[in-house]
Nanobody, 126 residues
Framework: QVRLVESGGGSVQAGGSLRLSCAVSGLAMNKHRMAWFRQVPGKEREGIAVIYPGSAATYYAGSVKGRAAISKDNVKNILYLQIDSLAPEDTAMYYC???????????????????WGQGTQVTVSS
């Protein structure tokens, strides 16, 4: 059974940083494309970062490029997302996701992903 469990969210002041974690079980991270999404109520889920298996190539949405870093530990089976210079517009529920399918980069559409965690809330105050 595949399970993705996010943690590390919380409330932070604008300008601060957070490191989100996603504990993965039931699938091999080195054979899946792993990604982070976020969603605000009433809006579509936004793909913000993806890391490819094998090459570990990474891609980012423009909204976080330059201040976010996705990484993974294939031994511990944990996916990470470091976000710096947080702003109120980063407030959202953050989800990790995975897919075994091969897609050309950046593959940041939510419909491409099979497995999802329950999310962790990030709230940024000004």
């Amino acid at each position: 059974q595949v399970r993705l469990v996010e943690s590390g969210g919380g409330s932070v002041q604008a300008g601060g940083s957070l490191r989100l974690s996603c504990a993965v079980s039931g699938l091999a991270m080195n054979k899946h494309r792993m990604a982070w999404f976020r969603q605000v109520p009433g809006k579509e889920r936004e793909g913000i970062a993806v890391i490819y298996p094998g090459s570990a190539a990474t891609y980012y949405a423009g909204s976080v490029k330059g201040r976010a870093a996705i990484s993974k530990d294939n031994v511990k089976n944990i996916l990470y997302l470091q976000i710096d210079s947080l702003a109120p517009e980063d407030t959202a529920m953050y989800y990790c996701s995975a897919t075994p399918r091969r897609y050309p980069p950046p593959a940041l559409e939510s419909s491409l992903y099979n497995y999802w965690g329950q999310g962790t809330q990030v709230t940024v105050s000004s």
